[in-house]
């Protein structure tokens, strides 16, 4: 890795990717670099917060309310899931239930259960299932 400083240069921070070929990792670290300081307004106790999009473990939708979670707290957010689907990255977040999008690098384990669902532990212990109809595009995306 090579960190070079170029006082001449207009941005404050610039990142060049050299690579051999743009692959599905390339594209990702891409993102991860775009995303390192995007944020998503939230709403706790009646005060507006930016909360870091590598914070969030997952976003619910419930009574025509959508929420997101992180470790410690749970905020309301103003965008509908398939509003967020259209900003978030297909990378690491994915939809796992008609009510639910999920943040895949939260995830702790994966258990396939009886009735074609999947049980999602994440990171904090927290567990959601993963729909049926959800499951060959979880599958598919984690190659599994």
């Not at 960190?3 to 921070?13: D, G, M, N, V």
């Not at 990702?28 to 507006?48: P, S, V």
């Not at 509003?83 to 978030?88: A, D, S």
Request: with cysteine.
């Amino acid at each position: 890795m090579d960190i070079q400083i170029i006082e001449h240069i207009k941005e404050t921070l610039q990142v060049v990717i050299k690579c051999r070929q743009i692959d599905d990792e390339i594209v990702r670290l891409k993102y991860h670099i775009e995303m390192f300081d995007k944020k998503l307004q939230a709403k706790k106790d009646n005060e507006w917060c930016l909360v870091n999009s590598f914070d969030i473990l997952y976003f619910e939708s419930v009574d025509n309310r959508t929420f997101l979670y992180t470790k410690d707290d749970v905020m309301e957010v103003r965008q509908r899931l398939y509003e967020l689907e259209m900003v978030l990255s297909d990378k690491d977040f994915i939809r796992i239930s008609k009510s639910q999008i999920v943040n895949i690098n939260k995830i702790r384990s994966l258990k396939p259960e009886i009735n074609r669902t999947i049980l999602v532990t994440m990171c904090n212990g927290e567990q959601l299932y993963i729909s049926r109809k959800y499951v060959p595009a979880i599958r598919n995306m984690l190659s599994i």
